[in-house]
């Protein structure tokens, strides 16, 4: 796949009833000429990186999808009745599980809650160091 590269800066977010319009400034020098010459309308495969302040890219951390990925895997409730002694026997357990560990009321909440990112990110280390060490 051939792909655009430039750099942009956000500058708008809106909504509107087809979904979200996000706008982009672009320096007249980085601006590249296919894009200026597609009619408007075309689609795109878009692939974004914030850039640091030391010009890499952020790093993002998906832990709503990786809390549910954890939930319906059977080795993690293991874990989660072997290492911290509770009761878990299904997804739903383990999402209760990991609702009182990281003192949430819901996943999404790993999205903003800073200290429940920490005890989520501290619970997922602790896993998969249990992961390696344990002979299955």
């Known amino acids: 796949m051939n792909a655009l590269q430039f750099e942009a800066v956000k500058i708008a977010l809106k909504q509107d009833k087809t979904g979200f ?8 020098d980085e601006i590249p000429d296919e894009l200026m010459r597609d009619f408007v309308g075309a ?7 914030r850039i640091e302040d030391n010009e890499t890219a952020k790093h993002y951390d998906n832990r709503v999808k990786k809390a549910g990925i954890l939930c319906r895997s059977q080795q993690f409730q293991l874990w989660l009745k072997k290492e911290n002694e509770l009761t878990v026997s299904s997804e739903d357990d383990a999402v209760d599980a ?5 003192g949430i009321n819901s996943r999404t909440e790993l999205n903003g809650n800073k200290d429940a990112q920490q005890k989520f990110d501290e619970m997922v280390n602790d896993y998969e160091q249990w992961i390696e060490e344990e002979p299955f």
Do not use: D, E, S
């Open 43 to 49: 689609r795109y495969g878009v692939a974004m990186a």
């Open 21 to 28: 319009v996000l706008t982009l400034n672009i320096h007249p």
């Open 98 to 102: 990991i609702h009182r560990i990281c």
